[in-house]
């Protein structure tokens, strides 16, 4: 997911999208180590989408709180 899709969301869209990015993200590194996965670039892929959606959450905490 591209940081532009995710200034987009809603501030309930973006924590439904964390939850099921973190779920898949947990399901999948599971299954990469039991089996490994046809392209484990994916858990690097997953783990920046989850990082540009905890960053924009924490900058919208951030400018709620300086108003």
């Known amino acids: 997911m591209k940081q532009s899709v995710v200034r987009e969301k809603s501030d309930p ?4 999208a964390l939850d099921a990015e973190l779920e898949n993200y947990s399901r999948m590194k599971m ?3 039991v089996s490994p ?3 484990p670039m994916i858990l690097k892929v997953s783990r920046r989408t989850i990082a ?3 960053t924009e959450i924490r900058k919208r905490e ?3 709180k300086d108003k």
């Open 13 to 16: 869209e973006l924590i439904e």
């Open 31 to 33: 299954n990469h180590v």
């Open 37 to 39: 996965l046809e392209n």
């Open 52 to 54: 540009r959606i905890k």
């Open 62 to 64: 951030s400018n709620q």
